[in-house]
Each structure stands twice: as C-alpha cells, then as structure tokens.
C-alpha cells in the first residue's frame, strides 16, 4: 500500500503539468454532458496521470484503461472521451475507466463501479522464471480487446519484480509494437519476435539491450 501511495504521488509530480491540462478537459467535457467525475480524488487523479501518460507514450489520447488496437477505426473511437461512454454510463453509471459517470449515480453506485475495475485489473498473473505469459484474458464485450491487455499486466508484474529482464508472451503483433513503445518511454531495453503463433517480447529494465533477440515483429 505504502509503496503504491508513493508511486502515485511520484508520477504526480512527473505529469504535474499535464494532469492540471486533463483536469480542465474533463471538467468542462462533463459540465456539457451533464455528466458526474468520480467522486474519489485518488482514482481521478490517477485516471489523469494515466491519460497524460498514455499520450506520451502513443502519441494519443488513448483510453488508459485500453492500449491501442492496431484498428484505426477502434483507435479513433478509444480517444478520451471514447465513443463507448454514453452507453456503459447507461448500463453500469460510469464509464469503464470510472472516469465519468451519471449525475444521479449514488455513492454506492461509484464504489461498486470502482470495484468492478479494479477486480478486472487485480487478476493473478501468468508469470514463473521470468515469463509473463499475457494471452487468454477475457474480452471487453464494446471494444473486443483484452482486459487486462498486456501493457497492463506488464505494469503490475513491474510492481513486485525484482529481476533484470523479463519476458512476455503475446498474442498479436500490435500488442509486441505497443510494448516496444512502452520500454521506449520508460527508457528499458526492448527486443520482441515472432515464434509460432504468438510474439516474445523481452524487455531489460536496466536500458541494456536483450541478448540473442532480434527486434522483427515478422513473420
Ligand atoms: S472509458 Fe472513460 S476514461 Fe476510458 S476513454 Fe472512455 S470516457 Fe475516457
């Protein structure tokens, strides 16, 4: 918990200037649609990191519950606000991220929409001997991709590790590209190729670059 506190609080002061940018977006977005922003300020704000963060990291403004499809149609429609929120508001009282949600939704409504999150992302992960094996998550029934999608499950793997290198497997070339954008960012070392169906992707989380990897996303 503590060490989850202070990393909040560190990518805070990171994308200080950002999430103020987020934060005027939003609320004006949601006074226009009559919409409510989620009452608890530690999820909103991190929702703000997160959108600041997905934007440095691919260039959009991508749904930070979300990395990008490789489907600019599905891409276009993933940019906050995404086209998927009236709906979800309208199932569940916010939006899949808990960013947004109904002006009349109770507090009880928010918790259970915030619970409901975070059961979604807090899954035990596929990782022994330093392989984190990403495929086989359920599908989100609007967007048709993985929740949680790999760049998810590498962030929390990153959470608790302790070795230099780690490798992940993944289903499709999109997901390889997208964590080769992410290592980029966060300044790790990133090798990834195809093997049979799926692609290995090796990231070194000291920068170095990975042994006896090639970096071709082809077949
Ligand atoms: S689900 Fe919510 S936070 Fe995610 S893109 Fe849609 S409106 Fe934005």
Redesign the pocket.
């Known amino acids: 918990m503590l060490k989850m506190m202070l990393a909040f609080f560190r990518d805070l002061w990171r994308y200080r200037f950002q999430v103020r940018k987020q934060d005027a977006w939003i609320r004006k977005f949601a006074k226009k649609k009559n919409y409510a922003l989620n009452p608890n300020w530690m999820i909103h704000t991190n929702?703000e990191i997160w959108?600041s963060e997905m934007e440095e990291t691919f260039g959009r403004?991508?749904?930070?519950?979300?990395e990008p499809s490789g489907d600019a149609q599905l891409d276009n429609k993933?940019?906050?606000?995404?086209?998927?929120?009236d709906d979800?508001i309208a199932e569940y009282g916010?939006?899949?991220?808990?960013?947004?949600g109904s002006p009349t939704l109770s507090k009880d409504g928010w918790k259970q929409s915030n619970q409901r999150l975070t059961s979604e992302y807090r899954i035990p992960l596929n990782l022994k001997d330093g392989i984190l094996d990403a495929r086989g998550q359920p599908l989100d029934s609007r967007r048709g991709l993985p929740v949680p999608d790999a760049m998810h499950q590498l962030k929390s793997a990153l959470n608790n590790y302790t070795d230099k290198q780690l490798t992940l497997i993944v289903e499709r070339q999109q997901e390889a590209l997208n964590l080769q954008k992410i290592a980029a960012y966060r300044g790790f070392g990133e090798s990834h190729r195809k093997k049979g169906d799926h692609y290995e992707v090796v990231i070194t989380l000291d920068g170095s670059t990975p042994k006896g990897s090639s970096s071709s996303c082809g077949s």
């Not at 403004?61 to 979300?66: E, G, K, M, S």
């Not at 993933?78 to 929120?85: D, S």
């Not at 916010?94 to 947004?100: A, G, K, P, Q, V």
């Open positions: 929702l959108l403004r991508y749904c930070p519950c979300f993933m940019l906050c606000p995404c086209k998927f929120m979800e916010t939006c899949h991220c808990t960013l947004f």
